[in-house]
């Protein structure tokens, strides 16, 4: 599976993006999609999921309410729609996709199979 992410960008506080996660390579339905973010020097961390059906959702405490991740199987493509967003949202975000992992495991992005080359989110004070 080959992923591409773009939507990135500067914005304000307080503004909102959509990031969007286009597959291609394999059936795009079998897989649970995930959005992870990281800043030079610090790990990498979760941000939200969705499994394959669209039915179940994850995100990480620091962006509930604000962020919603969704998906079109038919398109291929995984949106992050990103709201009321703060300064120390400003990453690099990469979409990344796995068939198999367990709800779990679903934050732990060394289990996932697939990354994308992710796109740069700016936000300014």
């Known amino acids: 599976v080959q992923l591409q992410a773009s939507g990135g960008g500067l914005v304000q506080a307080g503004g909102s993006l959509r990031l969007s996660c286009v597959a291609s390579g394999d059936t795009f339905s079998r897989y649970t999609i995930a959005w992870f973010r990281q800043v030079v020097g610090r790990e990498r961390e979760f941000v939200a999921a969705?499994?394959?059906?669209?039915?179940?959702?994850y995100y990480a405490d620091s962006v509930k309410g604000r962020f919603a991740i969704s998906r079109d199987n038919a398109k291929n493509t995984a949106y992050l729609q990103m709201n009321s967003l703060k300064p120390e949202d400003t990453a690099v975000y990469y979409c990344a996709s796995d068939r198999g992992i367990i709800l779990s495991s679903i934050r732990r992005g060394d289990l996932y199979d697939y990354w994308g080359q992710g796109t740069q989110v700016t936000v300014s004070s």
């Open positions: 969705i499994r394959s059906s669209g039915g179940s959702t």
